[in-house]
């Protein structure tokens, strides 16, 4: 199994400590920063495998970050912060995250979450099919989804959750469903996960996303992905 280097991006000490202690312990690489502008450095120069993300940054929201680093990667980005509102998670979802922990944190659940982040980047690696639905085509070995003959651009759980509905075409997906197979096992009531990324994923692929083409709702139970050709 490769040796995944994690960035940690976290101005309170003690949390970085325990972050650092942890890693160690469980023989994670990883390098860690206190502000945006390190952050960057760092990113720039070591090239990680994923990031862990505080939003209360001593120079500015840890979302700002996230947005110029989804200008330039696809690095899963799970953030770890003590702001716990919906509405901030969907915030920080919406920025390019592809998970959100709050704190204080159970350390066996953020090395899980972690795990399960890093086994996306590589489960398609022995892949070699290609799906085609309309207007749309996933290269499995590459992991490159194209709509309209022009690639999309995706984050990690983006292109998760896509390739979960082109692979399930024309089946009604419940919410828990799709949740623990994009997401994993223990992510099965995080809805506002899943109706961020349907709305991103609607605004990027549908003509009209208030009247969908592809991703239909079934109220009160979960998606089906329409493919008709």
């Not at 450095?41 to 090239?47: A, I």
């Not at 996230?66 to 920080?92: F, G, M, T, Y």
């Not at 075409?169 to 919410?175: I, Y």
Request: hydrophobic fraction near 35%.
């Amino acid at each position: 199994m490769k040796n995944y280097l994690i960035q940690i991006v976290e101005d309170d000490p003690s949390v970085k400590k325990l972050l650092e202690i942890t890693f160690r312990e469980y023989e994670f690489n990883h390098i860690s920063c206190e502000s945006k502008k390190n952050a960057m450095m760092l990113f720039l120069s070591h090239n990680p495998d994923l990031l862990i993300v505080d939003l209360g940054l001593s120079d500015g929201d840890g979302k700002e970050f996230i947005k110029q680093i989804r200008e330039i990667s696809k690095i899963p980005i799970v953030v770890l912060s003590a702001r716990h509102d919906e509405k901030e998670i969907i915030l920080a979802l919406d920025a390019g995250a592809d998970d959100y922990i709050t704190k204080p944190f159970s350390v066996n659940e953020l090395l899980a979450r972690i795990r399960a982040n890093l086994r996306r980047i590589t489960s398609d690696a022995t892949l070699s099919s290609k799906i085609v639905c309309g207007e749309i085509e996933i290269d499995l070995a590459s992991r490159s989804i194209f709509f309209k003959k022009e690639q999309l651009k995706l984050t990690p759980i983006e292109y998760e959750l896509l390739k979960y509905f082109l692979l399930n075409t024309n089946k009604t997906l419940t919410h828990q469903q799709i949740l623990k197979e994009v997401w994993g096992v223990g992510y099965q009531s995080e809805m506002q996960y899943l109706r961020t990324y349907v709305n991103t994923l609607r605004k990027k692929i549908e003509q009209n996303s208030t009247r969908p083409n592809y991703i239909k709702t079934e109220s009160g139970i979960g998606y089906r992905f329409c493919c008709n050709g």
